[in-house]
């Protein structure tokens, strides 16, 4: 039930890793890749120091991973992205004449001697439209270039999936499961071990919580197709009527 496609995203900033300012790019990966049926696979939250940056994007292009990458884009000097895209690929940097295009249609001559910047890229890359200031992001082998800010990074991400990967696309999942009142995950491991075997197209989770006021609870269930996840809905609920656990439905992702 895995999607074939591998998403991963890059989100880049020391003041995300500060925690001065909170991530949205996740939740917001998941809103666009989930109705198209794919999933993030994995995120990685980087530092801007370069040669860390390099590092980690040389073994990103070496994958066959589509990369969504958010942050250090723009002009400032804290703004390393390019230069370390372009490093790791060993190619360079240089400016893109529909980028020029588009910054000087947006700032005119206030697009120099700073704003020009953004749009010098590593060699070859193609742009990606910005639909909120006209500010291209940039991709290169698989790998996609966006701002940091939330607002521009999710039509644009959207362009990508749209303009790209259409063909990758699948029927979306959805999630089921209910919520477990006082109970404990090592009372359910065995349930679960048989659960996996008798569904093997499904994604069994089980996540446990400790409330404020010590109420132990367990959210268990299914992610799939809907065909398939009813009946491991039903499996799951028969369980815990058979255990007489006290239980309510979860709500989730459709």
């Not at 703004?79 to 893109?96: F, K, M, S, W, Y």
């Not at 639909?131 to 940039?138: A, C, D, E």
Request: hydrophobic residues 40%; proline residues 6%.
């Amino acid at each position: 039930m895995q999607a074939t496609l591998r998403v991963g995203l890059i989100i880049i900033g020391d003041e995300i890793l500060s925690g001065k300012r909170q991530d949205k790019h996740l939740m917001q990966a998941n809103t666009l890749l989930r109705p198209r049926g794919l999933a993030v696979s994995w995120v990685k939250i980087l530092s801007d120091e370069p040669t860390f940056l390099t590092q980690e994007f040389k073994q990103s292009f070496a994958s066959d991973d589509v990369v969504f990458c958010f942050g250090g884009i723009g002009a400032t000097p804290d703004d390393r992205t390019r230069q370390c895209a372009a490093e790791a690929l060993g190619v360079p940097i240089e400016r893109h004449p529909e980028a020029v295009k588009e910054i000087e249609a947006q700032f005119g001559e206030q697009a120099y001697p700073q704003r020009i910047h953004m749009a010098e890229y590593p060699k070859g890359a193609a742009i990606i439209p910005n639909f909120y200031n006209r500010v291209p992001g940039f991709s290169i082998r698989n790998h996609y270039f966006m701002p940091g800010f939330p607002m521009m990074a999710k039509p644009m991400m959207e362009w990508v999936l749209d303009t790209y990967y259409q063909q990758a696309c699948q029927n979306p999942t959805i999630e089921k499961g209910i919520k477990i009142i006082n109970g404990q995950e090592s009372e359910w491991v065995e349930f679960m071990e048989q659960f996996e075997t008798q569904f093997p197209q499904l994604r069994l989770f089980s996540l446990p919580s400790i409330l404020d006021d010590e109420t132990r609870t367990i959210d268990l269930g299914v992610e799939g197709f809907a065909d398939d996840v009813e009946l491991g809905y039903q499996a799951i609920m028969e369980e815990a009527q058979k255990r007489q656990a006290e239980w309510q439905p979860l709500t989730l992702f459709k």
